[in-house]
């Protein structure tokens, strides 16, 4: 064995804090019973030597050690050991080890002084009384190997010196057997603590396992932020107490605005790059002490603890939009991206955990809506809403949608062959109790809650109906929702009533808005795929104002560009509107894809279109949406050039 493993046999403690915490713990339990062991023993063998032994012996030395014992094993009860540090723990085994080596010399002083006395049978005791305490002590001192062999060092060598010498083969036999039960008793105590000391480093293991689960589990493992379980755990731990002690806070609510661009343009690398950025920076705004989390996607939360007035939550929220704002460097250029912030405060906006997070949600949603890039808190307006939206959620679940939907359809004007080429279906529902509902906000709260699929089947089913007293040479243009490519099925029913439907494919158009693609474009991608593949024709609708991207344009299945009426607004003075739609129709050309112009309002518009070189047109210059019954009176000739034009103020347009 090398010094150094010698040593390491020897020493009363080690470099590991957890094995001597443990080591303490365990003769915490073992070191009493010890000293009940020596007292017993101690009064036995005093009590067959009294009258033979001199008084000093059997009285005396007795009356020493018995307290000794009794004040050791009560000490040794009152330890509180998960209370100690460890350099107190480290003396304590440094201790226990000298007080196990004067303790063990003493006792075997004394019983070696009584051996002279008495007859063979008092001998035998004494002979009996050191080995049976031997091997006890043995097995309470197992936890402290270097005590424990000291202890049996310091009987064993002695004993053997005495009792080999003795002359009476009864004692030497008694010593040899000592001697071999000795050697075992090592042996055993050594793979006991081997045995131990791996047990207690499994323990450390599994304690390191089980922490690493616990921070996976409560952290995202992308930023090193909370994660949404803890976050909403924490939550709610904060909403029990702030009940309880009259505090008020603020929940805030965090999405980013152009992500999923970054995404597909440089990769999802890229964008976990982004989103670790996105939580540095909110961190560094919001202080390391926020409560922060990443709830998943490109959604992170926060919370503003204390008293926080309008003017301070909106000073913080357009903190963070600032700081998200900034560029993002990455390997492959720079990225740009928004945020929003929705805010709602406990306990004056919501009473509850699930209030409070669906209010914070629609204060974000709002902001998305209409103040992008900025943070909106909640008020008693945005209650009044939500109160409104879900009377209208009632409505459409208990409407008789096939009755109360109705189609009205705007014509799409070939301006140089002076015709009507298509018509735009455009959704109207009249409820009993609600009256007429905007589109905008009807078709928004069916995607909402399920219903879109169900509404988008009764119109187009609708739609293809009246198409059928159309002459063929009119097409349809038919709005679908990002939900009606969402999946296989919801694209093989779109499928399955056009072919139904007794009109051929071609003559249909199907609209798709740049952001509905962005959802998951590879998924949009593939059911348009689907649906061109029974001749359905495929419009990119409201183009410019999305992403607009060359990329996604040639990726995608198209026939159609409908550019967006947000250009005809300053189309008359502004030069830079007037230069973007001719580059978007001059795109169209050069890729062989139609060119839709949606808002046509003017005459002015009109000849600024055609001097653009832009064809197809679609407007209230032509016509406002009509009824179906309408229709056949449009679909003749149109003179562009000295249609009259129709009073804007026609209600619910599309």
Not at 469 to 490: E, R, V
Not at 546 to 568: E, H, Q, T
Request: hydrophobic content about 50%; glycine content about 8%.
């Amino acid at each position: 064995m090398s010094l150094s493993g010698l040593r390491s046999v020897v020493a009363a403690w080690t470099p590991d804090s957890v094995l001597m915490r443990a080591q303490l713990g365990a003769l915490q339990k073992q070191v009493p019973v010890l000293f009940l062991l020596l007292g017993t023993n101690v009064l036995a063998l005093a009590f067959t030597h009294y009258g033979v032994s001199p008084d000093a012996l059997t009285l005396y030395v007795p009356g020493v050690l018995l307290p000794v014992c009794v004040q050791r094993g009560v000490a040794w009860t009152r330890f509180d050991v998960p209370a100690m540090s460890d350099d107190v723990i480290r003396r304590q085994l440094r201790r226990s080890f000298c007080t196990v080596a004067v303790l063990g010399a003493a006792f075997t002083a004394w019983a070696l002084a009584l051996a002279p006395y008495g007859d063979a049978y008092a001998r035998t005791h004494v002979a009996f009384f050191m080995s049976i305490t031997v091997i006890g002590c043995v097995f309470c001192l197992m936890h402290l190997r270097s005590a424990a062999l000291v202890l049996t060092v310091i009987v064993t060598v002695p004993f053997l010196a005495v009792f080999l010498r003795s002359g009476n083969t009864v004692l030497v036999a008694i010593a040899l057997n000592f001697a071999l039960t000795t050697v075992i008793m090592v042996i055993i105590m050594y793979r006991h603590f081997g045995e131990f000391s791996a047990l207690i480093r499994s323990r450390r293991a599994l304690a390191k396992l089980s922490d690493e689960n616990s921070r996976i589990a409560f952290l995202d493992a992308l930023t090193g932020l909370a994660n949404r379980r803890s976050f909403f755990r924490d939550l709610a731990t904060l909403i029990e107490a702030a009940a309880s002690d009259g505090r008020s806070f603020a929940l805030g609510m965090i999405d980013l605005d152009g992500f999923k661009p970054v995404n597909d343009v440089y990769g999802h690398g890229a964008g976990d790059l982004v989103l670790v950025e996105v939580g540095r920076r909110l961190v560094e705004v919001l202080g390391p002490d926020a409560k922060l989390a990443r709830l998943g996607g490109d959604e992170f939360a926060f919370i503003l603890s204390g008293e926080h007035g309008p003017d301070a939550m909106a000073a913080a929220g357009r903190s963070v939009c600032d700081a998200i704002e900034a560029p993002i460097a990455l390997p492959a250029g720079l990225a740009r991206i928004a945020a929003s912030v929705g805010y709602a405060v406990f306990p004056d906006m919501a009473g509850t955990r699930e209030q409070l997070i669906e209010r914070a949600d629609y204060a974000l949603y709002y902001a998305k809506e209409h103040r992008r890039g900025r943070p909106v808190v909640f008020t008693a307006d945005h209650e009044d809403a939500i109160r409104a939206r879900s009377i209208l959620e009632q409505e459409l679940r208990q409407a008789d949608l096939e009755a109360e939907l109705t189609l009205e359809y705007q014509p799409i004007v070939d301006v140089a062959a002076g015709r009507v080429v298509a018509f735009e279906a455009l959704a109207r529902w009249t409820n009993p109790r609600l009256g007429r509902v905007p589109p905008g906000v009807f078709i928004v709260a069916a995607e909402r809650i399920g219903l879109i699929g169900t509404i988008t089947a009764i119109l187009l089913g609708k739609a293809i109906a009246a198409m059928r007293g159309w002459p063929d040479a009119i097409g349809l243009s038919f709005n679908l929702s990002a939900h009606d490519i969402a999946s296989p099925a919801a694209v093989a029913r779109l499928a399955a009533l056009i072919e139904a439907g007794g009109v051929a494919p071609e003559r249909i158009a199907l609209e798709i808005t740049e952001t509905a693609l962005m959802h998951d474009f590879d998924a949009a991608r593939d059911a348009l795929l689907a649906l061109k593949a029974i001749g359905a024709q495929i419009s990119l609708d409201d183009f410019g104002t999305g992403y607009s991207s060359l990329g996604y344009v040639r990726r995608l299945p198209i026939d159609k560009i409908k550019v967006d009426r947000s250009f005809m607004a300053d189309l008359l003075v502004d030069k830079a509107s007037r230069d973007i739609v001719k580059s978007i129709v001059d795109l169209c050309r050069n890729l062989n894809l139609d060119c839709i112009i949606e808002g046509v309002e003017t005459a002015d518009h009109l000849s600024i279109l055609r001097g653009l070189g832009c064809r197809s047109m679609q407007g209230y210059h032509f016509s406002p949406p009509v009824p179906a019954s309408e229709v056949t009176r449009l679909a003749g000739p149109v003179d562009a050039a000295s249609a009259e034009a129709v009073d804007a103020e026609v209600s619910l347009v599309a």
